[in-house]
């Protein structure tokens, strides 16, 4: 098992910045692939991004290419999500996500945390 906790959410206006974090307890981290996904209200839970087990490589969803940067710490057992020129839009629930296979795809992930409220004000 792994128990992810994030942190880090608030309200915020348009164009400004958030970091959130998520820290990861139970099994080695380093093992699994990480994830950012979201959930806006009355919509399904989207891909944000992901970062590989090492940190060398990163996927992000084009909504938030060029905005939102990912990045982990293995050591700290941490995988944090800076997020800048936030939009209106970008209001949601954020949600860190572990999986062993990687990927995209919601179902591919394992082991989620309880979410953090970000909203971004116009």
């Known amino acids: 098992q792994v128990q992810l906790v994030e942190s880090g959410g608030g309200l915020v206006q348009a164009g400004g910045s958030l970091r959130l974090s998520c820290a990861a307890s139970?099994?080695?981290?380093?093992?699994?692939?990480m994830g950012w996904f979201r959930q806006a209200p009355g919509k399904e839970r989207e891909f944000v991004v992901a970062?590989?087990?090492?940190?060398?490589?990163?996927y992000y969803a084009d909504s938030v290419k060029g905005r939102f940067t990912i990045s982990r710490d293995n050591a700290k057992n941490t995988v944090y999500l800076q997020m800048n020129s936030l939009k209106p839009e970008d209001t949601a629930v954020y949600y860190c996500a572990a999986t062993w296979s990687g990927g995209s795809t919601l179902n591919n992930y394992d082991y989620w945390g309880q979410g953090t409220q970000v909203t971004v004000s116009s």
């Open positions: 139970g099994r080695t981290f380093s093992n699994y692939v």
């Open positions: 970062i590989s087990r090492s940190g060398g490589r990163t």
